[in-house]
């Protein structure tokens, strides 16, 4: 299959004859409930992030250099739309992520459309699915028309440097800065994030975040602020989150969030808890779950949450396989 995959990217990519191409991705689908006044249970897609395709094309440009190009989108695997509310007829069929990249002993330049990783390394369910008590209020945005550098890692620290060009819509038109620390059990991010106004629509159902609209006042500026850390005793992983942010439009979210969590391996399962608190909406959430992994890239997953705001339990039980 591989083999097969690297012959058609040879054929119709530019200069690919040299490079290594990979297929990647996941499906991920589950039975769930969202915990509002009325709402039934389901069979869904569970996380449209989790459902994706990528391609990755790597050259090795010797020297110790390389460049990658990336194509990276989303699909709903439940009613064939490239994803939430994206019918297969829309343009951007490639919204997600698309971006070529170099890097050399210097770090990394990267351009293209990309998505910020907020704090979810510190989320002990992953930030995925319908259960995310997580703090992400005005950070992990998504930018087009970007360059963004990071540097290399030294003694465990790197940077990520960045600036979107182009503010004609909501997350277009910004700056952001990220300071990592990473050695031994200890992992730590600072998030600084200028954006246009947020358009965070896809989370209010789960009561962890107000609704916005993609029709607020893309002139005005949400500052994004965010700290992490996660420490691994090895028995259990610890971890904690906090972000807050600040915007003038209608409609854009201004508070701040806070989370802990733990994720603790028991042979083939992880058990994962994590408390948030919102202080944007005045909800918390405290959520409980399970994975058990069948092998290195599927797993099952079971979760249970309670959101101050929402009449009943939020929950999911479903699978998850990578490729």
Do not use: C
Not at 193 to 199: C, G, R
Request: net charge neutral; glycine share 14%; charged share 10%.
């Amino acid at each position: 299959m591989k083999k097969t995959l690297v012959a058609i990217a040879a054929l119709t990519l530019v200069g690919a004859a040299s490079a290594q191409v990979t297929l990647s991705g996941g499906v991920r689908a589950a039975f769930q409930n969202s915990g509002a006044a009325g709402a039934e249970t389901i069979v869904g897609t569970n996380d449209v992030a989790a459902n994706n395709i990528t391609i990755t094309a790597v050259e090795d440009l010797g020297g110790g250099m390389k460049a990658t190009g990336q194509y990276h989108m989303r699909n709903d695997i439940m009613n064939g739309e490239v994803s939430a509310g994206r019918p297969a007829t829309a343009t951007n069929q490639l919204w997600r992520n698309s971006s070529v990249w170099v890097d050399a002993s210097w770090g990394q330049v990267r351009a293209g459309r990309w998505g910020l990783s907020g704090l979810y390394a510190f989320d002990a369910f992953g930030a995925t699915g319908t259960i995310s008590p997580y703090a992400g209020n005005g950070i992990g945005a998504r930018f087009t028309n970007m360059v963004q550098y990071q540097t290399p890692t030294i003694s465990g620290l790197s940077a990520q440097i960045g600036v979107s060009m182009d503010g004609a819509a909501a997350n277009e038109d910004g700056s952001w800065i990220y300071i990592n620390y990473a050695a031994g059990p200890l992992a730590l991010r600072f998030v600084s994030e200028k954006s246009a106004a947020l358009t965070l629509g896809a989370l209010p159902a789960y009561g962890l975040q107000p609704a916005t609209t993609a029709s607020v006042a893309v002139d005005a500026q949400t500052t994004g602020m965010g700290l992490g850390g996660s420490y691994d005793l090895k028995v259990a992983k610890v971890m904690a989150g906090y972000a807050s942010s600040k915007g003038t439009a209608s409609g854009v979210v201004s508070g701040e969030q806070y989370h802990v969590g733990v994720t603790a391996p028991f042979g083939a399962a992880t058990g994962k808890a994590a408390y948030m608190k919102n202080q944007t909406t005045g909800a918390d959430t405290f959520a409980v779950g399970v994975d058990y992994s069948l092998s290195k890239t599927a797993l099952l997953f079971a979760d249970i949450g309670k959101t101050s705001t929402l009449a009943n339990a939020t929950w999911q039980v479903g699978v998850h396989k990578m490729f």
